[in-house]
């Protein structure tokens, strides 16, 4: 488990995290969102004792992370997949690791098949590594101690399709065995498909968190993209209770939840094909929640 308490970050008169607290719990995975700059990687430093609090702090497994013997053994970190040693190669970087941590040469070799790195590649040093094969030797460097706590900060970054669909299935699979896992990103889609929590952040501040329905839920837009086989008589209908109508596409779009719009297509016996929430989902609510919080530029200096 995760435990933030009011945790606050200043760099002189700029506050980079402010009085954030959550919880990341066992067998779940939290997304940690915001757009850059909101005060994701800053927070994840603090967690794993890079950066100092300036109030508050973080626990895991109830202790700080300076105060956890083996931390390796225990809390999986990834925080930057360029952040090891340009010449050497990738198996050197994990056994290193291992050697590190105590554990067996053939854990390098359990890592290396996991993330699926080949012995060629594995033998290629990090600075001829593309970004996609660094974030699978990263993923496999906060594996490597078989932890129970996961904090990855944007572990999608460089892979492609696939990759992110294997590292979707790698993490999910994670979580479902008791792991705690902290994702950051700001690749919205990508971590409403994974995550069990979702948290906002913009300018340092918590904005909203919860599950994906809950988060919804509490939205203040609705509206409906419905087709007919009479768009128009449909249009005047709708307009008639009152609902805004506009057209979109081969269709419409309706200011209303669509369960009203398909009760006045009953109501008039019209034949719908397509009726769905216009709605943007998560995305276009987190860009309603941070529209006056998000900044283009930070202070010389400060970590994002």
Request: glycine residues 12%.
């Amino acid at each position: 488990m995760i435990n933030v308490e009011g945790l606050t970050r200043t760099y002189g008169a700029f506050t980079a995290v402010d009085d954030v607290s959550f919880v990341c719990q066992p067998g779940r995975v939290t997304g940690f969102l915001g757009p850059n700059g909101a005060g994701k990687t800053t927070t994840m430093r603090v967690m794993v004792g890079l950066t100092p609090p300036t109030r508050g702090r973080v626990t895991i497994g109830g202790h700080l992370y300076s105060d956890i013997p083996n931390p390796g053994r225990h809390v999986g970190v990834l925080l930057d997949a360029s952040a090891q040693h340009a010449g050497r190669t990738g198996r050197e970087i994990l056994t290193i690791g291992a050697q590190t941590m105590g554990l067996p040469a053939s854990r390098v070799d359990e890592m290396l098949a996991l993330v699926s790195l080949s012995d060629n590649e594995a033998k290629r040093r990090l600075r001829n590594y593309s970004l996609g094969m660094k974030q699978r030797l990263g993923i496999a460097h906060a594996l490597l101690g078989d932890p129970s706590v996961l904090i990855l900060d944007e572990p999608a970054n460089g892979l492609d399709p696939a990759g992110i669909r294997w590292m979707r299935g790698l993490l999910k699979g994670y979580a479902d065995r008791g792991g705690t896992v902290l994702l950051s990103s700001h690749l919205l889609h990508e971590v409403e498909i994974i995550a069990d929590e979702m948290i906002l952040i913009g300018r340092g501040k918590i904005v909203a968190q919860g599950n994906k329905q809950q988060l919804l839920a509490g939205s203040t837009t609705t509206s409906t993209l419905v087709t007919s086989l009479t768009n128009d008589q449909l249009a005047q209908a709708l307009q008639a209770k009152g609902f805004a109508v506009t057209p979109a596409g081969e269709g419409l779009k309706v200011e209303v939840a669509p369960v009203e719009v398909g009760r006045v297509a009953a109501e008039q016996q019209i034949v719908l094909t397509d009726l769905r929430s216009g709605d943007g989902g998560l995305e276009d609510l987190f860009l309603q929640l941070t529209s006056d919080t998000q900044r283009e530029t930070l202070p010389e200096g400060a970590p994002a």
